[in-house]
């Protein structure tokens, strides 16, 4: 069955032909020809077994149906493991203390499971996830990062610590989820089809994963998709715009028809299915508070980012101070969830805050359509234990909404900054939505009978504020538009659209013009790979040119390098690929060479040497050590003189690392090829002839290192990819995004005068960049920043990196 | 104000420093301080007005009212247009006869006029728009594609057609409308701002028109996006997500607003809104119904395209045998609209398929959340205008249904063939929305109670079966996902998101499957420059390399090229551009060189030449023509040699068109350098010596140019694109889609060895093609090439590139 060549066309077409060969030469064979059939036959069910196994959609269906399968029992155990919680809460409420350490322990104990599971089983799987894929996916490959061992650490921590109810989400692991199973599948499938062993189309099905794993956590197809594209890529291929769609969609219908099947639900319906009014969804006059709502969740967002961003610092320091706490990621979770159930102990703090709910639980009471309160009281619903939660003798439901706000917020980037599995999407979606619901029972308790004043009386509805806070704070800290579209899935309602996306796209200009998102945010403090987008207020970019922030001083071998002048760059830095020029005059440029190919150039010399003494002796070395013998005035006619160099190069293995370490000045071959001279070995040799003989083959290698490469068998890349010196940051930018490049080099007719690597590029789109690849903008930096002073500013970086080209 | 450079910023600078020099300057002459503040405000008022007019936003929210404002005049236009049509035939009730002159007339003469107007204002307002402006897009300018002449032709021309009740709609246009004002847009703000001078962010803005194009026709931001993204653009840039957005979304704003202010409607609602229930969308067991007729509007939107096709080719040979139908556009669009008109007309056939009803008046019927049909007879309800034009005394809901898709299908495939503004979208959505509502009508009668059993009795939606076959065949036409976010906003409801994307994606599948999308055709059939998809079923040319398709006869010119060879290449082909190698045996490709250049070359040494005759002579020429006069036996000695030279020579002016043009096989740069000898200013002066010297000359010149070229003042693109001929035909395809190449070298470790255009691109992905650059499938043929011999027909296709590689 197993295929493993790579053609599958030229395989099935092999098959073919040899069935009709088959077919013509055992035409006379009459008995033979039920077996013929049922060998075709057979050839034929294979056949479309491989075309089934090779195509598309049958890879994006599975695909779809395992992230469902795996969302919906997530969800089960979770319920199970919160329902537990309550449980054991009721059960002990004979006495507060009692009933405290239940509610404290249960979430501590689940919590330092889930930290432990992750960080002893595989590493890889904690934090969000996102981060990581985007930089997956612009071609850095993370070690250890999608394989199974990361899947079940990562399921099984995330589940216990969405059970621990800590303020975490699933959506930034299920990004992650997704595309390890993806890459798990792409594996499995291309046991059976080789079209699976194709780079690119692997890569296409992690971002397929990607969207399958937003599209199952939230049933939102279009809007997993959307938000897949605008967190993970830079860019998008329309055509494979529909994988994600089919696999989305398949994964969100397996996901809601579960609970249908599991007898929970009725129907397909969204879920968290809500049923404002369709004939007038809000009115004209509320949309400045959408708006107001909008730019007040663009600050929040970004000061969540900063917020989120300190504490990670902070917690960085203590721990590189601090081997305690690094040691123990235990106690660093435990401690924080310890804080956390302490402060939602509902007979304690909790009861101010709605501590008795669960994160759907207030969901689904903030986006309920009847109106809270009634000029600052709520109102008496009867039975309703969501909303119960939010009433309280002693408050009204507006402190308890702002408390909730305040005490959810730094709650939730502290829970972020835990080492276990844990996505910042669903608490800011909570935080949100209780910021609109205030907003909204705000405005309810202003306008009583609604703002229209045309007969009609449309009461305003405070959930669809909810909704609206919802996805607006969502996109401050996420940067996506899409957040928007996940919000009306989410919901099943589309009669906000206006009101939500005026209030997304106010809330991004407002928090991407103050902090990175989130997701760039852990890719800085982590230190991952990556490339700044070109955004709101870079405009002044478009006149920075390749040449102005190009990396003038290239290191290049030549055609005439010698391998000395190899090993001299090979030693002075870490650089993947070296340009090959014609010569140091002319500078045209040939083309590339890999690091480890001149590595293995210089180690395939050595061998050669080595092997020079062995009947097989080249002759090159053979003339030259003649020479060297004539030259020399004593003990040079006896044929054994070979025999001493021997031993002195017997250890030619030559470790990678040992070249790029930093040796002494004095360099030679002997040097190159055996870190240590091997003193034993020479020592079995009489001394007589070993000095004079060792110093000539010392002289004999020094020369030998200054002969000119030999470039035969080393594999240059001919096209590296070139720029022309007047390619505008704007065009680059858009190469090294849409090429997935590393570095480019800088050609002026033909030759190389630059290169410009990501981190050239970074600088330029960035100004510069403190060396520990952290920048928080203090909060209102930019707005600081505007107006006379910002163009100062502005200038001032561009004069800099003009400076820095002509320096 | 105008603001001519470039650097907005270095400009702002400028003033910032001159003015802080005149502030020290004038610090001691009190008088001049408050002048000077006034100075320093207005430089300030002008910084911010500059920076204002340059910023994204602005920008992009006045395309959005623009196009917002124009779909609303053009709506109320339209509405006027089809109310009058109603008047004249409902005053003209006295005789049937005068009411289908009433009736066929107007339509006729609205027809006509749109026709004319279009065809003799600017015939670049004929047609969809969208193929065109994919074809823009993708970097191939369309001459007068976007101007204010083309706006104009086509706003106008569109309202009428829309009058004339046709069967074409609104999107398309709009597209092609949206990009023309943001180009214009651009133009204009130029004038404030030198931002709008870049081309990238101009182009980048064109896309943003498409978007902002749909989302103002449909009211729908987040489907205009997303439609103009699929069907535009290869690939999308993420960063650039939210000016779509943006855009769309204040557009949409402001087009749902003006109905508000203009007092017709009450509130921001969706365009078609829907009432359908929440709680209970649909039934579980209406999913197959749903995904069968997602099947269903695949073929069907295929089969369309294949009409469509068929159509537009037997039109095209009429034109091209019968010359009076290709000189008067106004003929063949009366014919048709007189056709259609007369097939509408209520009292005659049209009373069998609601010939009444204009498209958005069917549309709001098919939507109608009450079911029309009660066991097959249309249930009564009183005083609706829209339902009464389905109700017949002799045909039941079922035969009217049917009659209307099959007459549309037809109407509205010869509808877009003719040459006026039109869009296929809208009525291919009152198609699918009409097969829907049949289906839905169907079940509705079937399962008259619901089909759930559970107690609860939840009758089916038929309007809901609307939406679904709607958004199911636009998708099969269109071959995009995003009908089915279109659908849900104009809808304003989402709960059936998950029927509609089952059915749009199986749309999809079959159709992609069978047809190329109805943009792709026309770009066939137009002949335009474009790049076909790697889609469904094209999984095998992950295994086709640049090396089995490349042109491996590529024209070059070498280092030692002589101005004969290049004339010789130039004359040879229309190349836009030569690649530059070092030599014809090295093949190290140096660069490339564009044909104007090599033009300008050919004419600059022709102009050298003939300044070699004044005292400004060049040196060699001067040494060759004393060596040509020593050789010759008579009339040498005198200086007045230069003389006659110069008449002959006088012509020097060379067009482009005269270099391509084919010329006679003895080439000389006198013939080069002036088409026809100046016979009359030959004939001024005595002919005694001017033959012999006339011979010399023309010696010189072939001898001049046996000389190698100068590329000392060519320009040459140091880094024309290329590719290692083991690339795969699918990085390929990558390459040219993202950076928009036009062409690319194959280059073996320097070595030139191929070349690669569009053109061979586009063959080994499609195969071969006819001349005509047309290639309609026969409906199903990919059907009977699945199977054995679809594999057999693949790899033949796959040899024969193979086999295209060893010839």
New interface residues.
């Given amino acids: 069955m197993a295929v493993d060549g ?5 395989l ?2 092999g098959i ?1 032909t040899k069935d009709a060969g088959r077919l013509r030469r055992d035409g006379r064979h009459r008995r033979s020809q039920s077996e013929l059939k049922c060998g075709v036959r057979l050839t ?1 069910f294979h ?1 479309l077994l491989v075309s089934l196994v ?4 049958i890879f994006l269906m599975i695909l779809g149906f395992i992230m469902a399968v795996i969302s919906f029992v997530m969800d089960i155990f979770v319920t199970l493991f919160t329902d537990a919680h309550r449980w054991i809460y009721d059960l002990s409420d004979s006495h507060v203390f009692l009933q405290y350490f239940a509610w404290v322990a249960y979430s501590m104990i689940l919590m330092c499971f889930a930290a432990g599971f992750a960080n002893i089983v595989s590493p890889q799987a904690v934090g969000s996830g996102i981060p990581e894929m985007k930089t997956s996916l612009r071609g850095v490959v993370l070690q250890e990062y999608l394989t199974l061992r990361t899947l079940v650490s990562k399921v099984i921590s995330l589940t216990c610590t969405l059970g621990s109810e800590l303020p975490v989400g699933k959506e930034g692991p299920f990004v992650h989820i997704g595309s390890m199973c993806a890459a798990l599948l792409c594996k499995f499938m291309s046991l059976f089809s080789g ?1 699976y062993k ?1 780079e ?2 692997n890569k296409e099905m992690l971002t397929v994963g990607c969207a399958v794993g937003i599209g199952c956590c939230f049933a939102s ?2 809007g997993g998709v ?1 938000f897949s ?2 967190v993970t ?7 494979n ?2 994988r994600g ?2 696999s989305a ?1 398949f994964g ?2 397996i996901f ?2 579960l609970p ?1 099947w599991h007898h929970e639900e ?5 879920l968290y ?1 809500t ?1 404002y009014r ?7 006059q509320e949309l400045p508070a959408f708006a107001a709502m909008g730019i007040v969740c663009g600050f929040g967002g970004a000061f969540f980012v900063y917020l989120y961003g300190k504490i990670t610092l902070f917690v960085k320091k203590q721990k590189a101070t601090n081997s305690f706490l690094m040691k123990n990621c235990f106690l660093y979770s435990a401690l924080v969830s310890v804080l956390i159930s302490t402060l939602t102990f509902p007979p304690g703090f909790g009861q101010f805050m709605a501590g008795k709910l669960t994160q759907r639980d207030s969901l689904i009471s903030f986006f309920d359509n009847r109106t809270w309160s009634n000029h600052g009281i709520i109102a008496d619903f009867d039975n309703d234990d969501h909303l119960a939660a939010w009433k309280h003798p002693q408050a009204n439901v507006f402190i308890i909404l702002t408390i909730f706000v305040i005490m959810k917020f730094w709650m939730s980037a502290l829970s972020i900054t835990l080492p276990i599995p844990c996505g910042s999407f669903v608490p800011i979606f909570v935080i949100g939505a209780a910021f609109g619901r205030l907003v909204g029972e705000g405005m309810a308790t202003l306008f009583p009978e609604g703002i ?1 004043t ?1 007969g ?1 009386i449309y009461p305003i509805v405070p959930g669809a504020y909810a909704v609206v806070g919802a996805a607006a704070l969502t996109a401050g800290v996420t940067h996506t ?1 899409s957040t ?2 996940i919000m ?2 989410l919901t ?4 906000h ?2 009101p939500i ?2 209030s997304v ?1 106010l809330a ?2 407002v928090s991407q013009s103050l902090q990175p998102s989130i997701y760039d945010t852990v890719i800085r403090i982590k230190k991952l790979p990556y490339l700044p ?4 207020g870079h ?2 970019k ?2 920075i040119h390749v040449e102005d922030f190009m990396e003038r001083d290239v290191r290049y071998i030549t055609l005439k390098s010698t391998y000395r002048d190899v090993y001299r760059i090979l030693r002075s830095g870490d650089l993947k690929t070296l340009p090959l020029v014609k010569s140091a005059e002319s500078m045209l440029l ?2 590339s060479v890999e690091h480890a190919q001149l590595q293995a150039l210089l180690k395939q010399r050595a061998q050669e040497l080595r092997e020079g003494h062995t009947p097989s002796m080249t002759t090159s070395y053979r003339v030259h050590f003649q020479t060297s013998t004539e030259e020399s005035s004593s003990a040079s006619d006896h044929p054994a003189s070979p025999k001493p160099l021997k031993p002195a190069l017997k250890k030619a293995a030559v470790d990678e690392e040992e070249i790029t370490n930093p040796y002494d000045s004095g360099i030679s071959l002997k040097k190159l090829c055996c870190s240590q001279p091997d003193i034993d070995a020479l020592q079995d040799y009489p001394d007589t002839e070993d000095d004079t003989i060792l110093q000539e083959m010392e002289e004999w290698e020094e020369q030998e290192l200054d002969e000119q490469v030999n470039f035969n068998n080393c594999k ?4 590296p990819f ?3 010196e007047g390619t ?1 940051l ?2 680059t930018h ?2 090294f ?3 997935n490049l590393d570095y480019a080099y800088v ?5 190389l005068i630059g290169v410009v690597s990501l981190k050239e590029l970074s600088k330029a789109i960035e100004g510069s960049m403190p060396a520990d690849g952290v920048r928080l903008r203090p909060i209102l930096a930019s707005f600081r920043d505007r107006g ?1 002073k910002g ?2 500013i ?2 001032a970086e ?1 004069h800099k990196l003009l400076d820095h080209q002509a320096s």
């Fill in positions: 790579t053609d599958e066309n030229s099935e077409q073919h034929h056949r090779g195509a598309d959609w079209i194709n690119a189309r197809p279009i959307l594209m605008e890529s830079m860019f998008f291929v329309t055509p715009y529909w769609f089919l969609t969100s219908l809601r028809l249908v009725e129907t397909l319906t969204a299915a049923k369709l004939d007038f969804p809000f009115d004209l229209n045309d009609h538009m928007g579209v009306m899935e099943g309602q589309i009669g659209i206006l996306l005026i796209i991004n200009m987008l070109l955004r709101w405009r002044e478009h006149n040939l083309g240059i890349d001919p096209a070139q720029l022309v505008s704007h065009k858009t190469m995004s849409v090429l050609t002026s007719v033909g030759r006379i163009t100062r502005e200038t561009l």
